[in-house]
């Protein structure tokens, strides 16, 4: 019987291939009512922490009971593992490579910063995804996300139980997630990715900045005096000037009206942020 909970595909597909539909294709085919909603097909291509952030700020903004299927895979067809996470935010098959770690954050009673594993937290349970029943076949070795995780996001619409599907694992692989660092007034932190628009999406939360008297944020060599409420709050702002305020999803961004930060600045993912505040 189908469930009527959405099927989100979050993957690094792009969309100018046909991946992306074949994985449709298939939910459609085992569940025709499937409701399907694609968070993002861009991710950058194997980059994990990007696709562990926008999984971990974007899964609460759906329904609860959803199912998410999270395919940014460079070891596909490796000795990883193929799982299904149930959690009280929702259903998630992916692989077993950290991209869920974003996910499974906020049942952890500390963050770990080293380390391969971790438990699998209180209130979740994790299974591979080894059952042939729910499979395609033969298992190509090089596109799971039309073999293993979209049959499986399509049986559980359908009803299946989590336990189902495979053995229970006990540990998952985490992937340590770069946290900024305060050094007395300084934070210093990171870009994780840049959006559609060229903004630079960093890892300092909102809440270390917000608030302050004063917030002065540094990045390649540009100050950015103030943050921002929006991207055109200052109509007096100098046209082409980078500005720094905290974004919908809670962290600190680099923004330029009408513009594009990513190019002008030339900035990327791992590149370093700062911003002193008193």
């Known amino acids: 019987m189908a469930t009527g909970?959405?099927?989100?595909?979050?993957?690094?597909?792009?969309?100018?291939?046909?991946?992306?539909?074949?994985?449709?294709?298939?939910?459609?085919?085992?569940?025709?009512?499937?409701?399907?909603?694609?968070?993002?097909?861009?991710?950058?291509?194997?980059?994990?922490?990007?696709?562990?952030f926008i999984l971990k700020t974007s899964h609460n903004f759906f329904p609860p009971g959803s199912i998410h299927?999270?395919?940014?895979?460079?070891?596909?067809?490796?000795?990883?593992?193929?799982?299904?996470?149930a959690s009280p935010a929702g259903t998630f098959v992916a692989p077993d490579n950290g991209i869920l770690s974003g996910v499974l954050e906020p049942f952890l009673n500390r963050h770990p910063i080293y380390g391969d594993t971790i438990p699998v937290p209180a209130g979740c349970a994790a299974y591979e995804l080894a059952n042939p029943d729910y499979q395609l076949h033969p298992v190509s070795s090089t596109f799971h996300g039309r073999d293993i995780f979209s049959p499986a996001a399509a049986h559980v619409s359908l009803g299946a139980a989590p336990e189902t599907?495979?053995?229970?694992?006990?540990?998952?692989?985490?992937?340590?997630?770069?946290?900024?660092?305060?050094?007395?007034?300084?934070?210093?932190?990171?870009?994780?990715?840049?959006?559609?628009?060229?903004?630079?999406?960093?890892?300092?939360?909102?809440?270390?900045?917000?608030?302050?008297?004063?917030?002065?944020?540094?990045?390649?060599?540009?100050?950015?005096?103030?943050l921002h409420r929006t991207f055109h709050q200052d109509p007096n702002h100098p046209a082409g000037e980078p500005v720094a305020l905290v974004g919908s999803n809670g962290y600190l961004e680099i923004?330029?009206?009408?513009?594009?930060?990513?190019?002008?600045?030339?900035?990327?993912?791992?590149?370093m942020v700062e911003v002193v505040t008193s």
């Not at 009206?257 to 590149?271: C, K």
């Open 5 to 52: 909970r959405p099927i989100v595909l979050t993957t690094d597909f792009g969309l100018s291939d046909a991946y992306v539909g074949v994985m449709k294709g298939v939910i459609l085919g085992i569940n025709p009512s499937a409701t399907i909603v694609d968070l993002t097909h861009q991710v950058q291509p194997q980059n994990l922490v990007h696709a562990s």
């Open 255 to 271: 923004a330029v009206p009408n513009g594009n930060a990513a190019s002008l600045l030339a900035g990327g993912a791992g590149d």
């Open 165 to 226: 599907f495979g053995p229970p694992l006990r540990e998952l692989v985490w992937l340590p997630f770069p946290q900024p660092v305060q050094d007395g007034q300084r934070i210093t932190g990171q870009v994780i990715y840049a959006d559609h628009f060229g903004n630079l999406v960093t890892n300092i939360p909102g809440t270390m900045v917000q608030g302050k008297d004063r917030a002065v944020a540094e990045f390649q060599s540009r100050r950015m005096e103030g």
């Open 69 to 85: 299927v999270a395919v940014v895979d460079p070891g596909v067809g490796t000795s990883r593992k193929a799982i299904l996470l």
